[in-house]
């Protein structure tokens, strides 16, 4: 008898050591748990942040703005006082070229300098790029369409091999949109007032930029690169800025009416 209780008590002895480990164990496994689930919480907590921080760089360096975030650029929709500006090509896009000339550096020589005039009158200007960077067609009318800005100008130069003689600044915008029309319209028109400029009016075309963008939207073409004397003028720094005064002047001037509504 004395034997059996012995193991009895032996028995019930194992029995709530073996409880008391089990338990321990399920607390450890517990807590260890939400340990775990804290730690990819945080982890993913601080890839949420990164990630919206990592936009916000990005966009900001494309829209070329004064460290705005992403915020600020969105909030400004349809503001008439906002300009998209594209300077067209850029990176391994070099667009046309005439020796080691290159279009992409002039159009954003002359996108710059319009940024300075516009930012004096009181725009607001995004950029689709500020360095020689490559910019696909469908991110610029992202971009656009995103900082819903009241204007898209996109600045290219031009070029036609089979006759050199042919020079002047070309406005396109897309066929249909009255207000396109009325900026480019606007745009020739200021080129032909000023006699170092020749300008060959506004046209209809279908460009991706144009058709891809949500506003108003023109695209320039401040010259020809194929014809020898207009080439010179658009590498010359006096002239890209008197250009940057002409479009600026085009722009201010369709803007003051709409501004007084």
């Not at 090509?89 to 020796?99: K, P």
């Not at 046209?203 to 963008?213: D, E, M, S, W």
């Amino acid at each position: 008898m004395k034997k059996k209780s012995w193991k009895k008590k032996s028995w019930r002895r194992r029995k709530r050591i073996l409880i008391a480990y089990s338990l321990r164990t399920l607390v450890l496994l517990f807590f260890v748990g939400i340990l775990v689930l804290l730690v990819k919480g945080g982890m993913l907590a601080v890839n949420f942040i990164r990630g919206i921080n990592t936009e916000t760089v990005r966009y900001t360096a494309l829209v070329g703005g004064d460290n705005e975030s992403l915020i600020d650029v969105i909030s400004n929709d349809g503001s008439e006082m906002s300009i998209i500006l594209d300077a067209g090509h850029g990176g391994t896009d070099i667009g046309t070229f005439s020796g080691d000339i290159y279009e992409k550096d002039i159009n954003l020589a002359v996108t710059l300098l319009l940024k300075e005039q516009l930012e004096q009158r009181g725009f607001r200007v995004y950029l689709t790029r500020e360095e020689d960077t490559y910019v696909s067609l469908e991110e610029r009318a992202r971009i656009a369409n995103d900082a819903g800005a009241g204007l898209f100008l996109s600045i290219h130069c031009n070029y036609y091999e089979d006759d050199s003689s042919i020079a002047g600044l070309e406005s396109y915008y897309l066929e249909g949109s009255e207000s396109g029309k009325t900026y480019a319209e606007a745009i020739a028109d200021a080129a032909k007032e000023d006699a170092s400029i020749s300008a060959r009016g506004a046209k209809t075309a279908k460009f991706q930029v144009l058709r891809g963008t949500s506003m108003p939207a023109v695209l320039v073409e401040i010259g020809y690169m194929s014809n020898a004397s207009e080439l010179k003028k658009l590498t010359d720094e006096d002239y890209q800025k008197k250009m940057a005064v002409i479009l600026a002047d085009a722009i201010e001037a369709q803007r003051k009416p709409q501004q007084q509504l």
